[in-house]
Nanobody, 125 residues
Framework: LQLVESGGGLVQLGGSLRLSCVIS????????IGWFRQAPGKQREGVAC????????YYADSVKGRFTISRGDHRNTVFLQMHSLKLEDTAVYYC???????????WGEGDFGSWGQGTQVTVSS
């Protein structure tokens, strides 16, 4: 399974970006797709997750109301729409696939087995 992120870049404080994650290959079922981020010197954290069965979504408290995770029409693409970006949103953003079980409200890195290489998002003042 391959995941490729795109859409990162430099954006001003309060601006918007849309990240894309294209999923290809593999023969296993994908139970969900998650977006994670890692800022310099910090641990990787979950940002948003979408469940394949019913498109239910989960968000980190820090991004609720500002970020939206969604699927594209062909369902092999997952987007992360980010609005009202803050300086603390600066990080490398990764998408990941849950291949063993569907993540729950307690979702985390351990639910995801395949990862993309990441895309840098930098919010400037």
């Amino acid at each position: 399974l391959q995941l490729v992120e795109s859409g990162g870049g430099l954006v001003q404080l309060g601006g918007s970006l849309r990240l894309s994650c294209v999923i290809s290959g593999g023969g296993s079922h994908v139970y969900g797709i998650g977006w994670f981020r890692q800022a310099p010197g910090k641990q990787r954290e979950g940002v948003a997750c979408i469940i394949s069965r019913d498109d239910s979504t989960y968000y980190a408290d820090s991004v609720k109301g500002r970020f939206t995770i969604s699927r594209g029409d062909h369902r092999n693409t997952v987007f992360l729409q980010m609005h009202s970006l803050k300086l603390e949103d600066t990080a490398v953003y990764y998408c990941a696939a849950a291949e063993w079980w569907a993540p729950t409200t307690a979702w985390g890195e351990g639910d995801f087995g395949s990862w993309g290489q990441g895309t840098q998002v930098t919010v400037s003042s």
